[in-house]
């Protein structure tokens, strides 16, 4: 069993930074891939970036792709999403997320275990 614990959210304007972070439980937290999901309001929650049990492998949606960075330290097992360069387009809840597969997945059907959601809002 893996809790998971996303902190970090909060209000930026357009342009601006935020670091989320994802603090799990348990003893085999390199074990898991990890993802960060987002759902805006009356959408599907979607795949935004994904790591590796090792943290040797990521893979990022389009969206993000050059403005965020997904890394984790599995010693304070802990993962991190560093959102730069926001658009009011990025806000939406953020979600982490487990999955006992090796290597990333972009589906949420993919991951056994969720946060409870931090939430993101980028002001124009």
């Known amino acids: 069993q893996v809790q998971l614990v996303e902190s970090g959210g909060g209000l930026v304007q357009a342009g601006g930074s935020l670091r989320l972070s994802c603090a799990a439980s348990g003893r085999t937290f390199s074990m898991y891939a990890m993802g960060w999901f987002r759902q805006a309001p009356g959408k599907e929650r979607d795949f935004v970036a994904g790591?590796?049990?090792?943290?040797?492998?990521?893979y990022y949606s389009d969206s993000v792709k050059g403005r965020f960075t997904i890394s984790r330290d599995n010693a304070k097992n802990t993962v991190y999403l560093q959102m730069n360069s926001l658009k009011p387009e990025d806000t939406a809840v953020y979600y982490c997320?487990?999955?006992?597969?090796?290597?990333?997945?972009?589906?949420?059907?993919?991951?056994?275990?969720w946060g409870q959601g931090t939430q993101v809002t980028v002001s124009s």
């Open positions: 997320a487990a999955t006992s597969l090796p290597v990333v997945r972009t589906s949420t059907l993919q991951y056994n275990y």
């Open positions: 790591i590796s049990g090792s943290g040797s492998g990521t």
